[in-house]
């Protein structure tokens, strides 16, 4: 099954007002693996930035130097959605995966929405993979105890996995490596 896991980090909670400023995405079918990483320069800097800056380590200086604008990231992603995907293959559709899925969802349909495409569903599968209700079930089963907080890196440091938090590249791995694991213990307990 065709998935593609992604991440973003954004100007703030609100997909339609805030934008993305780093999206990653890790394509997988099999032992098919690509990845997709970008930075997108907003068109006007946020008051709040620096609060931006501390939570992600993403400076405006290196935005203004790498970061492209939010056009090209669409332009860009859809490209690399396009090496994987036949957008006009009704059967040809990839799962939406993130740690958060509904959050990233909404950022990446608005993305659309802003370059005028109203076909995200070309691409992805309405049901999407969201490893936030996977942790969820792993507790209700009993195969990983209740943390303090359903945060990516309190859930991937409780199975043992490293993790740079706020990296979408790095979330994203993470993520993945948390689903296998949470996978396993859910569908091979006694």
């Given amino acids: 099954m065709k998935t593609v896991w992604i991440d973003i980090e954004t100007t703030g909670l609100d997909h339609k007002t805030c934008q993305i400023i780093e999206l990653a995405a890790l394509y997988e079918n099999g032992d098919d693996k690509s990845t997709f ?24 200086a290196f935005l203004e130097e790498n970061g492209i604008t939010e056009n090209q990231l669409y ?37 659309f929405k802003r370059n005028n495409d109203n076909y995200f569903g070309s ?50 791995k993470a993520s993945r490596q948390i689903q296998i694991i949470l996978e396993n213990k859910i569908f091979n307990r006694s």
Wanted: aromatic share 14%; with cysteine; net charge negative.
């Fill in 37 to 60: 990483h970008k930075y997108c320069k907003p068109r006007i800097k946020p008051d709040n930035f620096s609060e931006i800056e501390e939570l992600t380590g993403i400076t405006w």
């Fill in 123 to 172: 691409w992805f599968h309405s049901a999407q993979l969201d490893v936030f209700s996977t942790v969820a079930m792993a507790y209700r089963f009993g195969v990983l105890p209740v943390q303090i907080n359903n945060k990516n890196e309190t859930i991937a440091k409780a199975l043992n996995i490293e993790l740079k938090a706020h990296s979408a590249i790095e979330d994203i």
């Fill in 75 to 111: 332009k860009e992603f859809t490209e690399f959605l396009s090496q994987k995907i036949d957008k006009y293959d009704k059967s040809d559709k990839a799962i939406f995966a993130a740690f958060n899925a509904g959050f990233d969802n909404e950022f990446i349909r608005e993305l």
